[in-house]
């Protein structure tokens, strides 16, 4: 008992400050992507060459477009051309809307993630069953370390529990293989109305490595109406931790 | 003609030098190395030949040698299988069958294995592709008999894991049987890796198993540097060791903090929960990213000088904080009452079934690859073998906690003397050697990671084979089942904690 007690004290505090104090995260962190508004078109071919999932695209105005839902925030295209694209430290990137996801040079605001109606039924408790479909267990990783005392997710009223008819919803991480169809479809339908869906990480939001395999279901929003998008291969926990807060009006 | 190839770990050679066995003399050549050379078998896959012929191939460790022996063989539509005289060889045929609708005559168990689409012909156990069973739709071994009951588990599961379903036979709270059944993870990585190497190839290694990042990628830009006949700079190969030993701290220490959770030991759960992570956020520092995407490429790493005196300092916090938080649960004698005899295997089963990792080091098994067949740093940094002999969850714990004190010893070393280069950014990618076949292994955190790659004329991948220490580990699991309670099985399963997706690719 001494001994259990001497290592708690060794152990000591390790909740994080975040929200009240802002984040550390790593000088080499690739996060949010900016893009240069005038873009030879030459080199921005070049960079899009170069992107492994097609999320970097040229508009009809020949400007740089990046999809965060299917970027691998690989720095490929930020390699090719550091004039095009560059990975800035900004963590808050999830979104409620589909569309928010994309970047263009224009838009360099953080996606709104609010969510009236959930932040109205969830805000202060919300239960979440998680569905790995195809998920590599990076996603599931990063947000089991919610989990721990370092986030400690409970403190914000936010808990994963073990039955979908104990949740207000899933959240899903992986490409969503036609394996996996039935059972996120049956997890959903078990989820008792009303019900959210998150899609955790570029593979549930638009297949990320994955996408147009004919094995898999291009993520979540192939089976499922999805609610909140959070970016990344796989997300910083930050980013998941910050997607829930801002959604359901908590930041 | 001898009846093999030799080839070092991390070797290419002209297909044309590769032995074409008949059937008869490969299946015989294979079981006399497996049954009475102390071989096992590392990878064994069928891969198209030509227009509609298919050909076996079969990789063989020789670990007290430290030799791959290659052989192959061309057939039809049907062989005799080798499972019924070397049980290690069942998930491979399982998978040729499904794949390739070859029938391995004999098979005892022909099932499907991912329920996957077939690349050719039939599927599994004979049927014809449009009556392919839907997944998890196949007869499960079950037994018959008076209060005899049969517990379903899955794909879903209740924490926040991976999906696969579990079946077991029990009688009252003993589990007489557990027989797995997977697929549900199935993305078609090697189907897609076909064709390449391309913008995406990295990126399907790199979330092949994504706790395994560092492992399958380094696997894989090792097979293009054999293909390539390139060579790794010393920094990048000492960085590649450091990123490694950083992947089986992360994994270990979560492990040994799960393990704790899943007998309600909650110090060590807390505490090696939030390790994990300060471990995984020393990877970040790296790469900036926690699982090491982007850190391992062809030809080294693509990482400039990292701030190594910040992560010397941050690892010494590592340190002093594991030992603590490990020792609580080695010396609490509730957690030890239910460690101790839960879920043992034996050597004898672990050689049977090919096994590999900490789950065959807990058996007394002196059997890793960084020793065997040291590649990379692990050529002039040695690091002792661990291991423990009772087989059971106390021993794939304490093996995982003797493991952590080697790999903080390498990882500070390794730091320390840290060699000078320049950041090497070559792409060994798209100059592979054309007709070659390349094998290289290397000892992830679960244990022994084999890719094979055969190239075609134009030096793209013809086929490309990935064995996660999973795909060898799982029957494992099952064995180690019988005869305990049903309530141990999250203890035994955390105990080798595998990896879904990297068995069903």
New interface residues.
């Given amino acids: 008992m001494l ?2 007690i ?3 004290l ?2 000591g505090y ?1 909740t994080i400050g975040y929200p009240a104090a802002a984040p550390t995260l ?5 996060g949010r992507p900016l893009l240069a508004a005038a873009a030879d078109s030459a080199a921005l071919a070049r960079a899009m ?5 097609g999320a970097l695209r040229a508009t009809p105005d020949a400007r740089p477009a990046l999809d965060l839902g299917a970027c ?5 295209c930020a390699r090719e051309c550091p004039d095009i694209v560059r990975f800035s430290s900004e963590f808050r990137q999830a979104a409620a809307k589909r569309e928010e996801l994309i970047v263009t040079p224009d838009r360099a605001d953080i996606p709104v993630a609010l969510h009236r109606e959930a932040s109205r039924l969830f805000g202060r408790s919300l239960k979440l069953r ?16 919610l ?4 986030f400690d997710l409970g403190r914000f009223g936010i808990q ?1 529990v ?2 979908p008819r104990h949740a207000d919803g899933l959240l899903i991480t ?2 969503v ?1 036609e ?2 169809r ?2 996120v479809l049956k ?1 959903y339908a078990a989820t008792p109305a009303p019900k959210i869906v998150i899609a955790v990480g570029a ?1 549930a939001i638009s297949g ?3 996408k147009d ?4 279901h291009n993520g979540a929003g192939g089976l499922l109406p999805v609610d909140l998008f959070v970016p990344g ?2 997300p ?2 930050l980013t998941i931790l910050d997607g829930l807060l801002r959604f359901l009006g908590r930041l | 003609m001898t009846a093999f190839a030799k080839l070092p770990n991390g070797g290419a050679m002209s297909l044309a030098q590769i032995p074409r066995l008949s059937v008869d003399h490969f299946r015989a050549a294979v079981l006399a190395e497996v049954q009475g050379g102390g071989a096992r078998l590392s990878a064994f896959f069928a891969c198209p030949d030509g227009a509609d012929a298919l050909l076996l191939v079969a990789v063989l460790a020789q670990d007290d040698r430290g030799v791959l022996a290659v052989t192959t063989c061309a057939v039809q539509d049907e062989y005799p299988a080798l499972t019924p005289d070397c049980p290690q060889a069942q998930g491979s045929e399982r998978e040729i069958a499904e794949l390739w609708g070859i029938r391995p005559l004999g098979h005892p168990w022909l099932k499907p294995l ?4 077939p690349r050719r012909g039939s599927a599994g156990a004979g049927r014809p592709s449009s009556e392919r069973p ?2 998890g739709r196949a007869p499960f071994f079950a037994m018959a008999g008076e209060e005899i009951h049969e517990v379903a588990v899955g ?2 599961h ?6 696969g379903h579990f079946r077991f036979q029990c009688h009252g709270e003993t589990v007489y049987h557990l027989e797995t059944s997977f ?6 990585v090697e ?2 890796l076909v064709g390449g190497p391309n ?2 190839t ?3 290694l790199e ?5 395994t ?1 560092i492992g399958h990628a380094t696997t894989y830009c090792r097979i293009c540097e054999a293909l390539s006949r390139s060579r790794v700079p010393a920094r990048d190969q000492a960085l590649r060791g450091v990123a490694q030993e950083l992947e089986r701290l992360a994994n270990h220490i979560g492990d040994l903090g799960a393990m704790a959770g899943d007998v309600g030991f909650l ?1 060590t759960m ?2 090696c ?2 390790i ?2 300060d471990v ?2 020393l990877t ?8 090491g ?2 850190l391992v490429r062809p030809g080294g790493c693509d ?1 400039a000088a990292a ?1 190594v005196d910040e992560l010397r300092r941050r690892l010494d916090q590592v340190r002093r ?1 594991t030992e ?2 490990v ?2 649960l080695f ?1 609490s004698p509730t957690a030890r009452a239910r460690f101790d005899n839960t879920g043992a295997l034996t050597a004898e089963t672990c050689r049977e079934l090919g096994m590999v990792g900490v789950a065959v080091r807990a058996c007394g098994v002196a059997r890793d690859v960084r020793h065997d067949f040291p590649y990379g740093i692990f050529q002039f940094a040695q690091l002792p073998v661990c291991t423990w002999m009772s087989g059971d969850v106390f021993g794939r714990a304490y093996v995982r906690w003797l493991e952590i004190q080697q790999s903080l010893t390498f990882v500070r070393e390794q730091l320390t003397a840290l060699p000078e280069g320049e950041v090497c950014r070559a792409a060994a990618a798209g100059t592979l050697a054309p007709d070659h076949l390349a094998v290289a292994l290397v000892e992830g955190w679960r244990g022994e990671i084999c890719h094979v790659a055969i190239t075609d004329a134009a030096g793209r991948f013809a086929c490309y084979k990935v064995v996660d220490p999973s795909f060898h580990n799982w029957m494992g699991l099952a064995m180690a089942l019988r005869n305990q309670q049903i309530s141990d099985f999250p203890l035994c399963n955390k105990s080798f904690n595998l ?3 990297g068995h ?1 690719l």
């Fill in positions: 001994k259990l001497a290592a708690r060794q152990q390790r790593p000088e080499r962190y690739r060459a170069k992107c492994p999932t691998l925030f690989c720095d490929a998680q569905v790995s479909a195809g998920g590599c267990n990076a996603c599931e990783a990063d947000v089991n370390v989990n721990t005392v370092v994963f073990a039955s992986g490409p293989p394996n996996m039935e059972a997890s593979c990320g490595p994955y395999h004919p094995e898999v291969c796989p910083h926990p | 991912r329920f996957q689409p839907a997944i794909p879903v209740a924490g926040i894991i991976e999906p697929g549900y993870q199935h993305r078609g189907r897609a913008a995406r990295i990126h399907y979330t092949l198993a994504g706790d990042t110090p807390s505490y929960g939030r994990r992570g995984l956020n970040a520092i790296l790469c900036g990213n926690r699982f995407r982007g990482i701030n904080d603590p938080a020792q609580l010396e990896s879904y997706c069903d």
